[in-house]
């Protein structure tokens, strides 16, 4: 049996402890959400808090969290993709219109992508 390697979560947490490796993982989760509603990545941590409905200052210390967490990536979008995620953010952005019920329903989604294979 092939043995698979590091989680996302288990990469987060020893790099930068289990708090910021949970909150890299919310920003991950919101990051997915909202590509699904603009249908690209955000261009910067400033449209992303504006697509979130999130203040500046959220949205920043939750990009510093995900920095810390997982230094070698430039966006979540890769973690995403390949966990799935992203398909499931897409689905619920197209059913749910309203952001807020698409992030609830997406909240479980973080433990998709933490529980994924990192570097798959």
Do not use: C, H
Request: charged share 30%; proline share 3%.
């Amino acid at each position: 049996m092939k043995k698979q390697g590091p989680t996302w979560g288990e990469v987060g947490i020893r790099n930068a402890g289990f708090r910021a490796a949970t909150r890299g993982l919310k920003f991950a989760m919101g990051w997915g959400l909202a590509t699904a509603d603009l249908g690209r990545e955000p261009a910067s941590v400033e449209e992303y808090a504006e697509v979130m409905q999130e203040s500046r200052a959220t949205a920043y210390r939750d990009l510093q969290a995900f920095r810390q967490a997982f230094p070698n990536e430039e966006s979540p979008e890769r973690m995403n993709r390949t966990s799935g995620a992203q398909d499931r953010y897409d689905e619920l952005a197209r059913t749910l219109k309203d952001r807020k019920k698409a992030a609830l329903a997406a909240q479980s989604m973080v433990f998709t992508v933490g529980g994924s294979a990192a570097f798959a």
